[in-house]
T-cell receptor, first 113, second 114 residues
Framework: NAGVTQTPKFQVLKTGQSMTLQCAQD?????MYWYRQDPGMGLRLIYY???????DKGEVPNGYNVSRLNKREFSLRLESAAPSQTSVYFC????????????FGEGSWLTVV | ELKVEQNPLFLSMQEGKNYTIYCNYS?????LYWYRQDPGKSLESLFV?????AVKQEGRLMASLDTKARLSTLHITAAVHDLSATYFC??????????????FGSGTQLTVLP
């Protein structure tokens, strides 16, 4: 059981380049999330999706776009990368029903130079 | 805006000692999570607390929730080196479409010394 899978695990971008972080979960979860974690800080929500076909902004959405391709997949796109987007990105998913745990992927380390 | 404050941010403990990490939050919530993160790793779920007065224990860790005080605690009993990690609390609020947004505290970096 793979859980939440993110790709790539590491990426170096030049300022202005674009890229997409991929996330897939095999737990049939409805809700999916993208977070970023900066050194010495907790996670901050970028975007989330309550169900297939819906997406909403979180705390720090500027500079990002997302796509909920189907129930399994939720991608995060950086259209024009900036050094301030250097961070570790975590995808997560959760079952809708009461009390369920939120599961995190292994993280994607992104450096923008 | 929901604020989640953890303290202390850094904690050095000797093996065998007890200590408590505190998590205060600023708005009503019925769900609080505790996670552990090892350096360079993802977050591992420790506890989900769902109601006022909830208490959960796993090994040397015990978490509790007081929704009236908007306070959760993570108590460490007789610490061992393997507990060295960063611990995060996260508070859930309902947002659109029933998805719950998690707001995280800044984390408590725990080091257990021999």
């Amino acid at each position: 059981n793979a859980g939440v899978t993110q790709t790539p695990k590491f990426q170096v971008l030049k300022t202005g380049q674009s890229m997409t972080l991929q996330c897939a979960q095999d737990m049939n979860h409805n809700s999916m999330y993208w977070y970023r974690q900066d050194p010495g800080m907790g996670l901050r929500l970028i975007y989330y999706s309550a169900s297939e076909g819906t997406t909403d902004k979180g705390e720090v959405p500027n500079g990002y776009n997302v796509s909920r391709l189907n129930k399994r997949e939720f991608s995060l796109r950086l259209e024009s990368a900036a050094p301030s987007q250097t961070s570790v990105y975590f995808c997560a998913s959760r079952e809708r029903y009461y009390g369920n745990t939120i599961y995190f992927g292994e993280g994607s380390w992104l450096t923008v130079v | 805006e929901l604020k989640v404050e953890q303290n202390p941010l850094f904690l050095s403990m000797q093996e065998g000692k007890n200590y408590t990490i505190y998590c205060n939050y600023s708005t009503t919530s019925d769900r609080l999570y505790w996670y552990r993160q090892d350096p360079g790793k993802s977050l591992e779920s420790l506890f989900v607390l769902l109601s006022n007065g909830a208490v959960k224990q796993e090994g040397r860790l015990m978490a509790s929730l007081d929704t009236k005080a908007r306070l959760s605690t993570l108590h460490i009993t007789a610490a061992v080196h393997d507990l060295s990690a960063t611990y995060f609390c996260a508070v859930a609020v309902i947002s659109s479409g029933s998805a719950r947004q998690l707001t995280f505290g800044s984390g408590t970096q725990l080091t257990v010394l021999p």
